[in-house]
């Protein structure tokens, strides 16, 4: 276990829906990531943020948005949702901003259908 | 920017073989790099990782990496593979300053055979 919890398992929806997935970091860790993993594009860094703080962009689409709140935990907001989107969400969460070692969560899975 | 390659995304080996997953980086200047695994239904899992100093690494469940600067290169490797060894493998890399992510590579599915 790595104390990161990600929540809901598994979501299914429909396109053009809106959804959020919710994570807590470790505790005492300042720091989460979000994370995409799909068969076709891989793990793609998403968004990172520090202290409630956004730290780092990667490929989010605008369609998609994140927040850190001041107890820590974070949200991945997803919406008008294509079938493209469907894919396993991880978080992840680190002591520091830097990248010396992440804790995964077990993942979100979003089916769109 | 920063870009892992890793070659062959699928690997497979007979229990006690050699393990060796490769990986190929890019990055403007000094890498972190990591590797992770991935058991089915599960998230990843930190294996090993360079920062500085010692160019080899030890990381958990017998596996070791060399960062071959001149290569760009940061192999993983396994002396005798394990049922249990069978996962999806990434390499990792980040420049480890604020603003810069952490890129992963495609993966590796190691299989293991008896």
């Known amino acids: 276990d790595s104390g990161v919890t990600q929540t809901p398992k598994h979501l299914i929806t429909a396109t053009g829906q809106r959804v959020t997935l919710r994570c807590s970091p470790r505790s005492g860790d300042l720091s989460v990531y979000w994370y995409q993993q799909s068969l076709d594009q891989g793990l793609q860094f998403l968004i990172q943020?520090?202290?409630?703080?956004?730290?780092a962009k990667g490929n989010i689409l605008e369609r998609f948005s994140a927040q850190q709140f001041p107890d820590l935990h974070s949200e991945l907001n997803l919406s008008s949702l294509e079938l493209g989107d469907s894919a396993l969400y991880f978080c992840?969460?680190?002591?520091?901003?830097?990248?010396?070692?992440?804790?995964f969560g077990s993942g979100t899975q979003l089916s769109v259908l | 920017a920063q870009s892992v390659t890793q070659l062959g995304s699928h690997v497979s080996v007979s229990e006690g073989a050699l393990v060796l997953l490769r990986c190929n980086y890019s990055s403007s200047v000094p890498p972190y790099l990591f590797w992770y695994v991935q058991y089915p239904n599960q998230g990843l899992q930190l294996l090993l990782k360079y920062t500085t100093g010692a160019t080899l690494v030890k990381g958990i469940n017998g596996f070791e990496a060399e960062f071959k600067k001149s290569e760009t290169s940061f192999h993983l490797t396994k002396p005798s593979a394990h049922m249990s060894d069978a996962a999806e493998y990434f390499c990792?890399?980040?420049?480890?300053?604020?603003?810069?992510?952490?890129?992963f590579g495609k993966g590796t599915t190691l299989s293991v055979s008896s």
């Open positions: 992840a969460s680190s002591a520091s901003g830097g990248y010396e070692k992440l804790f």
């Open positions: 990792a890399v980040s420049e480890n300053q604020a603003g810069t992510a952490l890129i």
């Open positions: 943020y520090y202290n409630g703080e956004e730290r």
